[in-house]
């Protein structure tokens, strides 16, 4: 079982930054890889970045360039870095922990909201 906890959600202008933060708990040495997806209402969730237990990173084309995934191996925590927020950025954001394709964690989620 892995438990994982967000935090870091808001309400940011147009052009802002936010960091949300993941911390996971318990069967840690299982994950193989961590990321952060986002559902806006009316929408599928999607995938925003992941990275892996080896440290590769993945974004998705809308968040290239603005977002950056990062994690502290000390502190079990999964961090999501978002600049120049847009409001089409505006969504729930769920911390994922994946083990394997049978297996995967998910967060309570955050919101963020991007104001125009």
């Known amino acids: 079982q892995v438990q994982l906890v967000e935090s870091g959600g808001g309400l940011v202008q147009a052009g802002g930054s936010l960091r949300l933060s993941c911390a996971a708990s318990?069967?840690?040495?299982?994950?193989?890889?961590m990321g952060w997806y986002r559902q806006a209402p009316g929408k599928q969730r999607e995938l925003v970045a992941s990275i892996t237990s080896g440290g590769r990173t993945k974004y998705a084309d809308s968040v290239k360039g603005r977002f950056t995934i990062s994690r502290d191996n000390a502190k079990n925590t999964v961090y999501l870095q978002m600049n120049s927020l847009k409001p089409e950025d505006t969504a729930v954001y769920y911390c994922n922990a994946y083990i394997n394709p049978s297996s995967n964690y998910w967060g309570q989620g955050t919101q963020v909201t991007v104001s125009s």
């Open positions: 318990g069967s840690i040495f299982s994950i193989n890889a």
